[in-house]
């Protein structure tokens, strides 16, 4: 039953799911362990440091393992680590250690590092390249969709105390655990790459203009992202911008990654129809209006202004994917580890906000990811096709 690749993207995207649901919920709890831990805005946003530098841990070794063992094994040695991150920050938090959360959720993050080197390629492969981007767009929606119900259960678990935080995190482990028996299975269908040296493809990829671009898309698209769905949750708890509750702004916030599962759905059903060059442009210049009036008009209004943009950001992370995969094929584990290590942008730019925060105010700081859109449009403008040799076929490096 499983050999067919509809049931093994059915398992797929209970993985993008998973991921989903344990990214959000690292940005939504970034106000909870201020408050718990009395942190200053910058140590506060170590949580998406220690978040988004695990994967420059992982990646590579996850890639070689992908070409040594399979993508099935190494999609499950991810998902025993997410389990087992959960299960450090349940216990940290019982013994109120910011130090062991941290800890246990830079394990977690390696886990949720290797399910995306895995399980992109994975989807990519599970049919024809034509509709990659559709393929990945759906999947991406679903992973949209856990991070859209994370926030909500979140603020429902602040205002109600239906559940204590730690208890949440026991949850995700027995979560992780479930997918990992599912994957156990032997005939899942599995995939293998050709074993390559690392620094001799990076060297290698670095002559195609489209992994170039596509590492510093990565980059950028996942900072400005991890930033606004992390600032715009205190923009709207800030008594003078949004003034609503802590738990009232943390469900909002799903309206922000619920826009992100909204655009995916659409564009995954309409992929054929559309040019993904110019969606994606379209997207950066909407993203980019939207940040600079919340800027200028700090208030509710600016903050449902952010909320909107994740509808904006939907597309952008499934395009640059699959037009940095497409012809290179024969290099995918490695690609995919190099972009989702580029995910360090979701570290490194809300790091850098949180401090223009503590310099300038909440709203101003908005000018950072503003910025980032900016390099966003410029960056898809770019073409990402490989070059291909006139007699053989054979894609070479442009310089």
């Not at 609503?244 to 943390?250: E, K």
């Not at 000018?367 to 070479?396: E, M, Q």
Request: charge should be positive; proline fraction near 5%.
């Amino acid at each position: 039953m499983m050999k067919n690749p509809r049931g093994v993207f059915v398992l797929l995207s209970g993985v993008f799911f998973y991921w989903g649901v344990l990214t959000a919920i690292n940005s939504a709890t970034i106000p909870f362990f201020r408050q718990l831990f009395s942190l200053s805005w910058r140590d506060s946003m170590l949580v998406n440091v220690a978040f988004y530098l695990a994967p420059f841990v992982i990646c590579l070794p996850c890639s070689a393992w992908m070409a040594r063992f399979g993508y099935r094994r190494a999609l499950m040695l991810a998902l025993a680590m997410a389990a087992g991150g959960t299960l450090m920050i349940a216990a940290s938090l019982q013994w109120l250690s910011f130090a062991g959360c941290l800890a246990g959720i830079f394990v977690l993050a390696m886990g949720v590092a290797a399910m995306q080197v895995v399980a992109n390629p994975y989807v990519n492969r599970l049919g024809d390249e034509h509709n990659a981007a559709g393929r990945l767009s759906l999947a991406s929606a679903i992973n949209s969709s856990g991070a859209t119900l994370a926030p909500v259960l979140l603020g429902v678990i602040l205002a109600s105390a239906l559940m204590p935080i730690p208890g949440l995190y026991l949850v995700l482990m027995l979560v992780g655990g479930g997918l990992l028996a599912l994957f156990y299975r032997p005939e899942i269908p599995d995939f293998k790459d050709m074993q390559q040296n690392a620094m001799t493809s990076i060297r290698t990829l670095w002559g195609y203009p489209q992994f170039r671009y596509g590492v510093s898309g990565i980059f950028v698209y996942v900072g400005v992202e991890v930033s606004i769905g992390t600032t715009a949750l205190s923009y709207l708890n800030d008594p003078a911008l949004g003034g609503f509750s802590l738990s009232h702004a943390t469900s909002l916030i799903a309206l922000y990654w619920g826009g992100a599962l909204a655009g995916r759905f659409l564009y995954g059903v309409l992929a054929h129809l559309c040019h993904p060059r110019l969606v994606f442009c379209l997207c950066a210049v909407g993203a980019l209006i939207l940040t600079v009036i919340a800027i200028i008009f700090p208030g509710r209004f600016g903050g449902y202004c952010l909320l909107v943009i994740g509808l904006m950001n939907s597309v952008m992370y499934p395009i640059i994917f699959s037009r940095t995969l497409s012809g290179l094929d024969h290099y995918a584990a490695h690609i995919s580890a190099f972009l989702i290590m580029a995910g360090i942008g979701g570290g490194v730019l809300p790091f850098i906000q949180g401090m223009m925060i503590d310099a300038a105010g909440l709203h101003l700081s908005f000018w950072l990811p503003a910025a980032g859109y900016v390099f966003l449009f410029v960056n898809g403008l770019k073409d990402y096709h490989p070059r291909r040799h006139p007699a053989r076929g054979s894609i070479t490096p442009e310089n």
